[in-house]
């Protein structure tokens, strides 16, 4: 068991009141941690969700109680989940509930939860070297894990590694080698794109404007310009008859009528749009872009926050293009949950001075020692091939739910990457939000956790270590819940 600070005794005062209250705290934590360390061997049994008190149950309701009086309120919250325990692609809840997890907290645990290779690099490490910082001396971790990064990445050429903390960390660092090396000002993002909630990162961001309201100005210079999102083309056309006109924008209209391509630094693209929907461009865009950025001396940004370690079946999902970006970021799955993100970049822009760009946490001994066995499981497992073998099993199933539910507009997605967007009607298009909203809670309910992205789209991004039966049991439920918001 871990150890706990319990109070020796409960003394009497004039705060007795406040005192209790403590005391009572620390039994709940006492009696959490001794039901989820009695559960730890159990949990290995479970083989499908299993909801014993109608979620969310009493214990979650008095967590949420409480941090609803604590914790910032832009914090939203998809479910009235309370996790104390996950282990593999299943999740427990502190009523006892146990989940099939299909969001991975937001694509982070790709090698499922507390993978033992990796729970146990986190102890060996934590007990050698919890802290070296990294902007005033050397660590073995940070050498051996980015010649192991860089030699996995595509690009037959030089890259050097800046490690930070998050993918938004990692967007902002991205940023500034753009800038730096190209001397130039400009940026150009996309309408629908998130790269962070940090000043710079969130002046790329556009997935919706309560991301951005009243934080005005934000970092100037930056041009959004329409995505690929040929489901809802902001241009009104039908692919393929439409010439891509989305990359003619670019060079038709923003560098002869808005800007100088002489004078933007770069151009950062999600190679499959994460939080605006799980949009997959058709096969011409991302080619198309590293052409104009080839064109005009940009550099090109891939953001792989999301997409990246596997998630699509490759390492990046550029590589289904075969298309090797400039700078690549990094972050999410990298460190099995652990805090941690990189921007790779080929070696020559990465060409400024001492002092130029630091921190004090990044590659941390331990989240790296997390992250090198990451990549060990990732290759030994196979995992990879298994993201797009059960991956694509799924998108099929989700494929033939259309035939049979008129809420379901578009599937779309490579690997264990699916999107799944809501309509009310199919000719117009109009947002099924509330739908959408409704069938996240009723599979909450049958014990399957999925997110939202976008207005009114399902992101499904179970662990890859997903077996093509776990994969089919959250089909099924995904159905039965759909079934109901359906009538």
Same mark, same amino acid.
């Given at each position: 068991?871990?150890?706990?600070?319990?109070?020796?005794?409960?003394?009497?005062?004039?705060?007795?009141?406040?005192?209790?209250?403590?005391?009572?705290?620390?039994?709940?934590?006492?009696?959490?941690?001794?039901?989820?360390?009695?559960?730890?061997?159990?949990?290995?049994?479970?083989?499908?969700?299993?909801?014993?008190?109608?979620?969310? @149950?009493?214990? %979650?309701? *008095?967590?949420?109680?409480?941090?609803? #009086?604590?914790? /910032?309120?832009?914090?939203?919250?998809? $479910?009235?989940?309370?996790?104390?325990?996950?282990?593999?692609?299943?999740?427990?809840?502190?009523?006892?509930?146990?989940?099939?997890?299909?969001?991975?907290?937001?694509?982070?645990?790709?090698?499922?939860?507390?993978?033992?290779?990796?729970?146990?690099?986190?102890?060996?490490?934590?007990?050698?070297?919890?802290?070296?910082?990294?902007?005033?001396?050397?660590?073995?971790?940070?050498?051996?894990?980015?010649?192991?990064?860089?030699?996995?990445?595509?690009?037959?050429?030089?890259?050097?590694?800046?490690?930070?903390?998050? @993918?938004?960390? %990692?967007? *902002?660092?991205?940023?500034?080698?753009? #800038?730096?090396? /190209?001397?130039?000002?400009?940026?150009? $993002?996309?309408?629908?794109?998130?790269?962070?909630?940090?000043?710079?990162?969130?002046?790329?961001?556009?997935?919706?404007?309560?991301?951005?309201?009243?934080?005005?100005?934000?970092?100037?210079?930056?041009?959004?310009?329409?995505?690929?999102?040929?489901?809802?083309?902001?241009?009104?056309?039908?692919?393929?008859?439409?010439?891509?006109?989305?990359?003619?924008?670019?060079?038709?209209?923003?560098?002869?009528?808005?800007?100088?391509?002489?004078?933007?630094?770069?151009?950062?693209?999600?190679?499959?749009?994460?939080?605006? @929907?799980?949009?997959?461009?058709?096969?011409?865009?991302?080619?198309?872009?590293?052409?104009?950025?080839?064109?005009?001396?940009?550099?090109?940004?891939?953001?792989?926050?999301?997409?990246?370690?596997?998630?699509?079946?490759?390492?990046?999902?550029?590589?289904?293009?075969?298309?090797?970006?400039?700078?690549?970021?990094?972050?999410?799955?990298?460190?099995?949950?652990?805090?941690?993100?990189?921007?790779?970049?080929?070696?020559?822009?990465?060409?400024?001075?001492?002092?130029?760009?630091?921190?004090?946490?990044?590659?941390?001994?331990?989240?790296?020692?997390?992250?090198?066995?990451?990549?060990?499981?990732?290759?030994?497992?196979?995992?990879?091939?298994?993201?797009?073998?059960?991956?694509?099993?799924?998108?099929?199933?989700?494929?033939?739910?259309?035939?049979?539910?008129?809420?379901?507009?578009?599937?779309?997605?490579?690997?264990?990457?699916?999107?799944?967007?809501?309509?009310?009607?199919?000719?117009?298009?109009?947002?099924?939000?509330?739908?959408?909203?409704?069938?996240?809670?009723?599979?909450?309910?049958?014990?399957?956790?999925?997110?939202?992205?976008?207005?009114?789209?399902?992101?499904?991004?179970?662990?890859?270590?997903?077996?093509?039966?776990?994969?089919?049991?959250?089909?099924?439920?995904?159905?039965?819940?759909?079934?109901?918001?359906?009538?």
């Amino acid at each position: 068991m871990s150890p706990l600070l319990v109070p020796s005794k409960v003394t009497c005062s004039a705060n007795a009141e406040q005192d209790l209250r403590r005391a009572l705290c620390w039994i709940g934590f006492l009696i959490v941690d001794l039901r989820c360390h009695r559960g730890l061997k159990q949990m290995k049994l479970v083989t499908r969700p299993t909801i014993i008190v109608e979620p969310p @149950g009493p214990k %979650a309701k *008095e967590i949420m109680r409480r941090d609803e #009086k604590l914790t /910032s309120p832009s914090l939203t919250r998809t $479910a009235p989940l309370v996790g104390v325990r996950a282990e593999g692609v299943w999740v427990e809840d502190i009523d006892g509930n146990v989940y099939l997890d299909f969001g991975s907290g937001i694509a982070v645990v790709n090698v499922g939860h507390c993978h033992k290779k990796v729970v146990e690099a986190i102890k060996r490490q934590a007990e050698t070297c919890d802290h070296i910082n990294s902007c005033d001396y050397f660590t073995v971790p940070q050498v051996q894990y980015a010649e192991k990064l860089l030699a996995m990445l595509p690009g037959d050429f030089p890259k050097r590694v800046f490690f930070g903390n998050s @993918g938004a960390e %990692a967007v *902002e660092c991205a940023i500034k080698i753009a #800038k730096w090396h /190209s001397r130039k000002s400009y940026l150009i $993002a996309f309408i629908g794109a998130f790269h962070g909630r940090t000043m710079g990162a969130l002046s790329l961001t556009s997935t919706s404007t309560s991301a951005r309201k009243f934080y005005f100005p934000m970092m100037p210079g930056v041009m959004h310009v329409p995505y690929a999102y040929c489901y809802r083309c902001l241009y009104k056309q039908n692919y393929p008859d439409c010439g891509m006109w989305c990359l003619g924008y670019i060079e038709d209209v923003v560098f002869k009528k808005l800007i100088s391509p002489d004078e933007v630094a770069g151009l950062i693209v999600e190679p499959i749009q994460g939080a605006g @929907g799980y949009i997959v461009p058709p096969k011409e865009f991302l080619p198309g872009l590293r052409r104009i950025c080839d064109t005009n001396d940009m550099i090109m940004i891939a953001d792989e926050v999301q997409t990246g370690f596997g998630r699509t079946g490759r390492m990046t999902c550029f590589e289904h293009w075969n298309v090797i970006p400039d700078i690549i970021v990094m972050s999410k799955a990298i460190a099995g949950g652990l805090p941690m993100g990189a921007c790779v970049s080929k070696a020559d822009l990465m060409d400024w001075g001492p002092t130029s760009h630091e921190n004090t946490l990044g590659a941390n001994p331990i989240v790296v020692a997390a992250a090198l066995a990451v990549l060990d499981v990732l290759l030994e497992e196979r995992l990879m091939e298994n993201a797009e073998k059960v991956g694509g099993y799924m998108l099929k199933r989700f494929e033939e739910m259309m035939d049979q539910y008129d809420l379901i507009g578009d599937v779309r997605g490579k690997g264990m990457m699916v999107g799944i967007e809501f309509v009310k009607d199919r000719e117009t298009k109009e947002y099924a939000t509330e739908e959408r909203d409704d069938l996240i809670l009723e599979t909450f309910k049958r014990g399957l956790l999925i997110l939202g992205a976008g207005p009114s789209s399902i992101r499904l991004a179970p662990p890859l270590i997903t077996t093509m039966d776990q994969a089919d049991i959250g089909v099924r439920i995904f159905e039965e819940a759909l079934r109901t918001v359906s009538k």
